[in-house]
């Protein structure tokens, strides 16, 4: 008993050494408030604010990121302390007219992006292959950059000042990777002592009007079934402040060694998620007025189970995240081919795409050719031997594997790709291959497409459509 006892006092030590550890290193963070850009015309540009120049204050306050430069500078008039290039202080008041000022920092956060402090056991990064570009490996938890680029974020490493402080600027929304709501699981999956806290941060961000889109990532025999049950009912007490749950399924690449042991989605466990996903979606409906979880497409492609209507997506809430890409470009494409002029083309291109959606991609193709005579398109499904397991979705194909896959296959002197394979300022693939080298490998011009039903036509035919305003 005393024993026990003393293990308890100690483990409760040592969680709070490595808390404080944590918080410190939050604290250390450096900032960099050098400006390395001031747009043209803009408020920055007017009042005589240079590119090299320092923000030093603003309204005589400090501040330590971008969310609080954001907050502090959405005020009528705004005075600015700034360290001139060649040493001298201005300070200079603007009114902003609550615009942008028009100041981009060299630091884009002004201070260094937060890394996660988990060991989640389906971590993506940690199923990498080695020799990657070191970028590909940072494994980042920033709230900030959840709010300004949507990323999620697990709230494991925040303090409860770090808490107050996002309450007090309302950032919102916050998209948090919720995988669980029971304490115990959650700091299973993620592999952190800390992580079981979540749901109550998210009921204080819910309390104070701060809205949240959540994620889970389902793991087959572990967070499935009456767990997942429980995770969607929790966060369908925090609705509407939790606005969406998007349902992933593992993501497993063929580099595990040493890993958890996680089994993959199969035809029928696939099925059978839909099957009970459906059913608290229906609850949700007549409750809430909203099915409030969405499945991503590979559930459904793995069960071979028709991709639902787009108005049951309610707007695409979860598209950023993947989720109903099908649908949605599948409604872009149905209403954009009735504008497609009858005339006879010339036209012959191939498209490349990840196994998953080759079907879909193929029966749009089949759908242009049909309506258009003269047009022959042919699409490639590559297989991503990059990642292998079961990895299939297009935005993770590789340009290696285009390479190996289409050098002396390929027809056409044009290849449309999907945007979400390339990376960098859209010049660069996953595994460093570069757009030009995959085109002088195979002799084609690249063309990237979003994923619009509308772009997905215009590329095909190479022309500007008419869709009529
Ligand atoms: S939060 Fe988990 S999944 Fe995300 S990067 Fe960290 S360890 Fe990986």
Not at 246 to 267: A, C, D, H, M, N
Not at 420 to 435: A, G, Y
């Amino acid at each position: 008993m005393f024993f026990a006892k003393t293990l308890d006092y100690f483990a409760a030590m040592w969680d709070n050494v490595i808390w404080i550890i944590m918080q410190w290193g939050i604290y250390m963070r450096k900032t960099d408030t050098t400006i390395k850009y001031v747009e043209p015309d803009s408020i920055a540009f007017e009042a005589g604010i240079e590119a090299g120049d320092k923000l030093i204050k603003i309204n005589g306050h400090d501040f330590h990121d971008i969310l609080e430069y954001r907050y502090l500078t959405a005020e009528y008039e705004v005075t600015l302390e700034i360290l001139k290039k060649d040493g001298s202080t201005e300070v200079i008041t603007v009114e902003n007219d609550y615009e942008d000022l028009g100041i981009e920092f060299a630091e884009g956060l002004i201070d260094e992006a937060q890394s996660c402090h988990n060991k989640c056991i389906f971590c993506f990064i940690d199923q990498l292959p080695k020799g990657m570009r070191e970028t590909v490996y940072f494994k980042d938890d920033d709230t900030r950059l959840s709010f300004l680029q949507g990323n999620y974020v697990t709230l494991t490493n925040m303090s409860d000042e770090e808490i107050d402080r996002l309450i007090k600027m309302r950032v919102s929304p916050i998209n948090v990777s919720v995988h669980a709501t029971e304490p115990e699981l959650r700091q299973m999956l993620l592999g952190n002592r800390f992580a079981g806290k979540c749901y109550s941060i998210m009921q204080k961000f819910a309390e104070n009007g701060i809205c949240m889109n959540c994620q889970i990532v389902l793991c087959p025999e572990i967070n499935d079934g009456e767990h997942l049950k429980r995770t969607l009912y929790d966060l369908a007490a925090l609705y509407p402040n939790v606005n969406s749950v998007s349902v992933v399924p593992v993501g497993l690449t063929r580099y595990r060694e040493g890993l958890y042991q996680i089994k993959p989605f199969t035809k029928e466990s696939s099925a059978d998620t839909i099957e009970f996903v459906e059913k608290i979606q229906q609850d949700f409906l007549e409750r809430l007025g909203t099915r409030l979880v969405y499945l991503s497409d590979e559930f459904y492609i793995n069960a071979g189970v028709e991709i639902p209507q787009s108005d049951t997506y309610e707007g695409f809430p979860q598209l950023e995240n993947g989720v109903g890409l099908i649908a949605s470009m599948k409604e872009e494409f149905d209403s954009a081919i009735k504008f497609i002029k009858k005339k006879r083309r010339s036209r012959y291109v191939s498209v490349a795409t990840g196994e998953i959606s080759y079907d879909f991609i193929r029966g749009l193709a089949d759908r242009i050719q049909n309506e258009c005579g003269g047009v022959k398109i042919d699409v490639y499904a590559v297989k991503n031997d990059f990642f292998g397991g079961g990895v299939s979705v297009s935005g993770l194909v590789t340009g290696g594997d285009i390479i190996r896959q289409l050098k002396g296959i390929i027809k056409t002197d044009t290849l449309i790709i999907p945007h979400s394979m390339l990376r960098d300022n859209d010049n660069i693939f996953l595994d460093d291959v570069t757009v030009a080298e995959v085109e002088e490998a195979l002799n084609v011009t690249i063309i990237p497409t979003y994923n619009d039903g509308y772009e997905f036509i215009e590329k095909i035919l190479n022309e500007e459509l008419d869709f009529g305003g």
